[in-house]
């Protein structure tokens, strides 16, 4: 039907557009937050590229249904100005009508909306988990960039090296300054490698001499020595069971009903629904008076996003609280949120005759 496609069409083009500005929005201010914590040392250098690429796809489900949403409320909304939809309204079309190829246009994003959240979601989550606590786990030794003065990852030492190779595991010129209640400590080595004694690694410096202050009496002792070792820092693995739900399959989230999965589980099915229900949303948003030079509808719009997506965030805290039950949270707060949008539909289809049906006794009164 040329209505259906019309619309779809509409829709489409203003839903690619919007998606284009959200990505290069949220990616510029993603990659600026990274290249932060990479050299705040909270990240290797060299994966800044491939946690961006973690962080994006995490966050694509959220970019996608506001990017849907905004096409609705933008695409309609030049119809609206444009005298369009005053056109479609004297057919004999309602604004209920438009539902129907507004879903059909949203259908395949809603799906990739949907396998993103059930699968890549977790999937990203614990890659970028990984990928942060393998860098946080490397000896303090390993996270030195030769030639560089560089703290531990405590912050009670500081280190300086030279290596002998890009293999991070020996070095020489090693300088270390160590800072503790009882003192001052620096020490210097020509030589240095990494040795493993069962789950610790420890720092073996060869030639070299330690001199140390101590705080309270200031005394100074110098010592000399062949070989020294000092424990490199290295952290335990993160056991599976201690992941963070949002790195946790959806899968395991279903067998593992635990109150924390149950909320992440909210959280995941909740966005999805919302995405649907922003939909409906965006429909009777978008309808604007064209003889009206200032239009809120937009700002309006993205207000509702937000406390939206807020309240699906405190949805998911009082499940995983034990607050509020799984199936509570999802009825509760997007089924409230589809009866608000059919509503509003409805109060858009019936605002010109409940205008009239106010107006008509003032009018025929004056007539008198």
């Given at each position: 039907?040329?209505?259906?496609?019309?619309?779809?069409?509409?829709?489409?083009?203003?839903?690619?557009?919007?998606?284009?500005?959200?990505?290069?929005?949220?990616i510029?201010?993603?990659?600026?937050?990274?290249?932060?914590?990479?050299?705040?040392?909270a990240?290797?250098?060299?994966?800044?590229?491939?946690?961006?690429?973690?962080?994006?796809?995490?966050?694509?489900?959220?970019?996608?249904?506001?990017?849907?949403?905004?096409?609705?409320?933008?695409?309609?909304?030049?119809?609206?100005?444009?005298?369009?939809?005053?056109?479609?309204?004297?057919?004999?079309?309602?604004?209920?009508?438009?539902?129907r190829?507004?879903?059909?246009?949203?259908?395949?994003?809603?799906?990739?909306?949907?396998?993103?959240?059930?699968?890549?979601?977790?999937?990203?989550?614990?890659?970028?988990?990984?990928?942060?606590?393998?860098?946080?786990?490397?000896?303090?030794?390993?996270?030195?960039?030769?030639?560089?003065?560089?703290?531990?990852?405590?912050?009670?030492?500081?280190?300086?090296?030279?290596?002998?190779?890009?293999?991070?595991?020996?070095?020489?010129?090693?300088?270390?300054?160590?800072?503790?209640?009882?003192?001052?400590?620096?020490?210097?080595?020509?030589?240095?490698?990494?040795?493993?004694?069962?789950?610790?690694?420890?720092?073996?410096?060869?030639?070299?001499?330690?001199n140390?202050?101590?705080?309270?009496?200031?005394?100074?002792?110098?010592?000399?020595?062949?070989?020294?070792?000092?424990?490199?820092?290295?952290?335990?693995?993160?056991?599976?069971?201690?992941?963070?739900?949002?790195?946790?399959?959806?899968?395991?989230?279903?067998?593992?009903?635990?109150?924390?999965?149950?909320?992440?589980?909210?959280?995941?099915?909740?966005?999805?629904?919302?995405?649907?229900?922003?939909?409906?949303?965006?429909?009777?948003?978008?309808?604007?008076?064209?003889?009206?030079?200032?239009?809120?509808?937009?700002?309006?719009?993205l207000?509702?996003?937000?406390?939206?997506?807020?309240?699906a965030?405190?949805?998911?805290?009082?499940?995983?609280?034990g607050?509020?039950?799984?199936?509570?949270?999802?009825?509760?707060?997007?089924?409230?949120?589809?009866?608000?949008?059919?509503?509003?539909?409805?109060?858009?289809?019936?605002?010109?005759?409940?205008?009239?049906?106010?107006?008509?006794?003032?009018t025929?009164?004056?007539?008198?």
């Open positions: 039907m040329l209505f259906d496609t019309t619309v779809r069409r509409e829709l489409a083009r203003s839903f690619g557009a919007t998606l284009v500005v959200i990505l290069t929005i949220v510029t201010m993603f990659l600026i937050r990274t290249v932060g914590q990479a050299a705040g040392g990240v290797a250098p060299q994966d800044v590229v491939l946690l961006l690429g973690y962080i994006a796809l995490g966050h694509l489900p959220t970019m996608l249904a506001l990017s849907l949403f905004v096409a609705v409320v933008l695409g309609l909304g030049r119809m609206y100005r444009d005298s369009e939809m005053a056109i479609w309204f004297a057919s004999g079309l309602s604004l209920t009508r438009f539902v190829p507004v879903l059909a246009m949203a259908l395949p994003v809603l799906l990739v909306v949907g396998l993103l959240l059930l699968f890549v979601w977790p999937w990203g989550n614990r890659s970028s988990l990984e990928l942060r606590e393998r860098y946080q786990q490397r000896s303090d030794l390993s996270r030195v960039t030769p030639g560089v003065f560089q703290a531990s990852s405590d912050g009670t030492r500081v280190f300086f090296i030279e290596r002998d190779s890009a293999d991070s595991i020996n070095a020489r010129n090693v300088f270390i300054l160590q800072r503790t209640d009882r003192g001052e400590a620096v020490t210097s080595a020509r030589s240095g490698r990494l040795e493993a004694d069962g789950d610790d690694r420890f720092l073996v410096l060869e030639r070299g001499q330690r140390e202050v101590a705080t309270a009496s200031g005394e100074r002792t110098q010592s000399s020595f062949d070989t020294y070792r000092v424990l490199a820092g290295e952290g335990a693995v993160r056991a599976a069971e201690d992941l963070p739900p949002k790195a946790v399959a959806t899968k395991d989230l279903i067998r593992q009903p635990t109150l924390r999965h149950q909320g992440e589980l909210t959280w995941r099915v909740g966005l999805l629904l919302a995405a649907t229900n922003l939909l409906l949303l965006g429909i009777g948003l978008a309808a604007t008076n064209p003889r009206r030079a200032s239009n809120w509808n937009l700002l309006f719009a207000l509702a996003f937000v406390v939206y997506y807020n309240l965030n405190l949805s998911q805290a009082w499940v995983a609280n607050r509020l039950s799984m199936a509570g949270a999802l009825l509760g707060l997007h089924g409230g949120m589809l009866l608000l949008a059919l509503g509003l539909m409805w109060w858009r289809d019936h605002a010109a005759v409940l205008q009239w049906r106010r107006t008509r006794p003032s025929a009164g004056a007539a008198a």
